[in-house]
């Protein structure tokens, strides 16, 4: 068998504030405190599920994320179903977050897949789709993929 090459590890992000980003993440993704510090000058948290190291958090920005430079232009999580995604849109509105567009959209015209396009408190651009049941959904961006301009 082959080398089945480099694979995602986790995800490291610079927040401005350890507690509400843990916060969020747990809420918003369902992932739990694997560790980190919250005492002195080196804040960090690492979350993840069922053992499994998914995000760190490190705690050492200032301002709202940048997304007019180069750099990361999204992160997309994947989950079962649309049913999946609603869940997460609840959850993003009971703790007073808005979508980027309105409610659940198709990935493009023509798409199955589709999801909920939304920022974390720091401004960095997140997503969750399912790959399939969004065929009725509307496309908010004619002409291009819907997670590649918002």
């Known amino acids: 068998m082959g080398n089945p090459g480099p694979q995602t590890g986790h995800v490291g992000l610079n927040v401005t504030d350890l507690t509400?980003?843990?916060a969020f993440y747990q809420r918003v993704l369902g992932l739990e405190e694997l560790g980190g510090q919250t005492n002195g000058d080196r804040k960090f948290a690492f979350?993840?599920?069922d053992g499994t190291l998914l995000f760190t958090?490190?705690?050492q920005s200032e301002g709202?994320?940048?997304?007019?430079?180069?750099?990361?232009?999204?992160?997309?999580?994947?989950?079962?179903?649309?049913?999946?995604?609603r869940q997460t849109e609840v959850a993003l509105r009971e703790i007073g977050v808005e979508p980027l567009y309105d409610g659940v959209v198709a990935h493009g015209e023509g798409a199955s897949s589709g999801g909920v396009f939304f920022t974390d408190p720091?401004?960095?651009r997140l997503e969750i789709f399912a790959p399939t049941g969004a065929e009725a959904?509307?496309?908010?961006?004619?002409?291009?993929?819907?997670c590649g301009f918002f």
């Open 47 to 49: 979350l993840g599920r």
């Open 57 to 59: 958090l490190w705690q």
């Open 137 to 146: 959904a509307p496309v908010p961006t004619q002409g291009a993929p819907t």
């Open 20 to 22: 509400r980003s843990t």
């Open 122 to 124: 720091d401004g960095i």
């Open 64 to 85: 709202a994320f940048p997304t007019g430079l180069p750099g990361l232009h999204h992160l997309s999580f994947q989950v079962a179903d649309l049913e999946a995604v």
